[in-house]
């Protein structure tokens, strides 16, 4: 059986309108055009739908019984074209990002704030974890973008905009450090450090630019959190290197933050998305402005100006 949707309108059309003039009139159809609807219809289920006389028309018992089911497809899939078209206008719809915790603090913050103001019915699913689990779930699909750091290589992941970003050293107002003309890595290695997780992107450029000048950093505690690590900082256990994008700093206003001066200080950071795959038209605008927040990210300092 393969029924025709213009049939079925045709038919609803004319009982509610109880006449094949005005129902031809409210579908832009010939009255014609409509009687071939409405026989077709008739024909594919095999039944008469509606009594007709030279001045009247009503549905038979079984148009009648049909009717509220007919009526009911129809109101379905009108609901299913409107959302649709409210989705591809990005009027509601759902964005899932996975995002290091850092950028969910700050650049996808500002972000979200910019896009609702402009779109306040799409909603935010947001997975702020560790870089590799951000690349999981944008492989598997369970986030439709993902803001990650270090230099993404996966056949599976699509990379949407790079850029990068500067690593700061974190310190009490009153440190030596702060004295300094210029944070080098010589610096930071005669310091105990709080180091972020081995699992996360940030110690992986601390690692590598320590590696990378013959030295070894002076490692007192080890934290998974950001703001872990800021308390450590406070509570004197020593200092901290964190993404200059991180917002914990501000909330402590007897500690300081600071660019380290060495390339090797630099994470590279990817907004990526599964490889092959079209975004939903909420998630495809919200990621053009998160591409425009990283590379101009103004207003994301991560603390108060060094020490004088």
């Not at 290695?189 to 002076?218: K, Q, W």
């Not at 800021?230 to 700093?249: C, D, K, N, Q, Y």
Request: charged share 25%.
């Amino acid at each position: 059986m393969d029924l025709n949707l213009r049939q079925v309108r045709a038919f609803v059309s004319v009982v509610q309108a109880g006449s094949f003039t005005r129902a031809a009139a409210l579908l832009n159809l010939s009255q014609p055009a409509l009687t071939v609807q409405i026989r077709r219809l008739e024909e594919t289920l095999d039944a008469r739908l509606l009594d007709r006389t030279s001045r009247t028309v009503a549905p038979t018992r079984l148009g009648r019984d049909l009717l509220p089911v007919f009526q009911r497809v129809l109101r379905d899939l009108d609901a299913v074209v409107v959302d649709t078209r409210d989705l591809a206008a990005r009027r509601h719809g759902v964005v899932r990002v996975a995002t290091l915790p850092s950028f969910a603090a700050s650049v996808l913050s500002d972000a979200i704030v910019r896009f609702r103001a402009e779109h306040p019915a799409v909603t935010f699913r947001i997975k702020d974890v560790i870089a590799q689990r951000v690349l999981d779930l944008v492989r598997g699909e369970e986030a439709d973008l993902g803001i990650v750091g270090g230099d993404v290589r996966d056949p599976e992941i699509g990379v949407l905009h790079r850029t990068r970003d500067a690593l700061h050293v974190i310190y009490p107002a009153d440190h030596p450090i702060g004295a300094l003309p210029r944070v080098t890595i010589a610096a930071l290695a005669e310091h105990p450090l709080i180091l972020m997780d081995p699992a996360t992107s940030v110690r992986a450029v601390v690692d590598r630019a320590f590696i990378g000048s013959g030295r070894l950093p002076r490692v007192a505690c080890e934290a998974t959190y950001m703001m872990t690590a800021v308390s450590m900082v406070r509570a004197g256990l020593g200092l901290t290197i964190l993404p200059g994008a991180a917002r914990e700093i501000r909330a402590e206003p007897l500690l300081r933050s600071r660019a380290i001066d060495d390339p090797l200080f630099e994470r590279p950071v990817c907004l990526i998305k599964k490889a092959g795959r079209t975004m939903p038209p909420a998630a495809e605008a919200f990621c053009r402005m998160v591409a425009d927040r990283l590379a101009d990210p103004g207003g994301t300092d991560a603390g108060a100006a060094p020490s004088p």
